[in-house]
């Protein structure tokens, strides 16, 4: 009749309540017959009645719903009917058991027990009245009926909400394991990005770029109508054409947050996606930016990142500062928020992480600032905030990489 009458369990109760029904009401009718009532035919009418319109509404069970006008209209005019056959039959009170359940089903709790009571008091008067004694079995009978049917749905409605959180969980559970694993090819396709553009620059690049600057000094070196000039001058423009090409790899390499923007603009998506309970994330610039190597980027985007998510993982605070300051000779990244900190002496360096991240996180970071010759440094005190600063010298600009070279 609602969601739960599809499973198994409650298709075989609800077959059992009308097997039940059935026979009290065939019992009410071969009770009459037999002993000759005076209103006999007024019993069985009353009694077909009464299986008619409840065989109607399980017949439409689509429309007669717990909660709807046809739901409640059914209910009563069972009630009703039921009532006359109380008045006809003192064999009508067993009938009371099955009306126990669908008023427990059909109705809110507020309202189910206290039609419960209604019925159960019924049942009793019509037994005192017809009998025209009370005895202990009047009471005991109808009341024990009722307590068990109450019983019975509180505690399948107990099960069914247990069984409901569980499924609800498992797919909670194998929805998350997808994302896990999705989030986690990301995570490997960015670093072997990141490996890929970081190998090619450092190595490819950074020798291409010194052939060039050799050839070029050659190139000078040579008097204008030498032999040899003209294959230093084809060799150095082809090693300038391989540079290039190697860095628009680099390039192509570039984590996806920087590819449509600069540093300073990643940054601040950064923050914004960035969402906590309470947590207000702001980004700030100090001095004026420069291009950077895409490695440089790609360090400070990642520290930024990482550092952030200890933030919101571990630092519960209300406020954190992302600056990415420019000066003369380094470019720093500073991640400060006023969360529960942490001692940074409390733990070997490899277990600690910003925050209370227990990780590798720190280590990461630090190992990304010395593959780029810099320094990481985090300052926090329990109670008072954590700062993760990340320092990396400013590569030379090319004009004076090459007088460097032609000087040396």
Known sequence: MDSRSHTHVTAAL?????????????????????????????????TLLTAVLYAAGAARSSSVQPGTPAGAW???????????????SPDALWVAFPLYFLQLHFLPMRWALPAVVVTAAAAITSFVVHRQAIEPGAFIGPLIGAAVAVATVLGYDALFRESERRRELIVELVATRADLAEAERTAGTLAERERLAREIHDTLAQGLSSIQLLLRAAERSLPEDAPAAAHVRAAREAAQANLAEARSFVRALTPPDLEH??????????????????????FAVSGAPVELPTPYEVALLRTAQSALANTVRHAGAGRAEITLSFMDTSVALDVVDDGR????????????????????????????????????????????????????????????????????
């Open 14 to 46: 609800r077959l059992c309540l009308h097997a039940l029904l059935a026979g009290l009401l065939a019992l009410v009718v071969v009770r009459a017959v037999s002993e000759g009532a005076p209103d006999t035919a007024a019993v069985v009418a009353v």
């Open 261 to 282: 923007g600069s540093l300073a603009a990643a940054l601040e998506r950064l923050c914004t996606r960035t969402t906590a309970p309470d947590l207000t994330v702001r």
């Open 74 to 88: 059914w209910l009563g005019g069972l009630w009703a009917l039921w009532a006359v056959l109380l008045v006809l």
């Open 341 to 408: 900190g942490f001692d940074p002496s409390g733990a070997p360096v490899h277990e600690r992480g910003t925050g209370g991240d227990s990780g590798f996180g720190l280590p990461a970071m630090r190992a990304r600032a010395g593959s780029l010759g810099g320094a990481l440094s985090v300052e926090s005190t329990p109670g008072q905030g954590t700062a993760v600063a990340l320092t990396l010298p400013l590569p030379l600009p090319m004009p004076v990489a090459e007088e460097a070279e032609r000087a040396a």
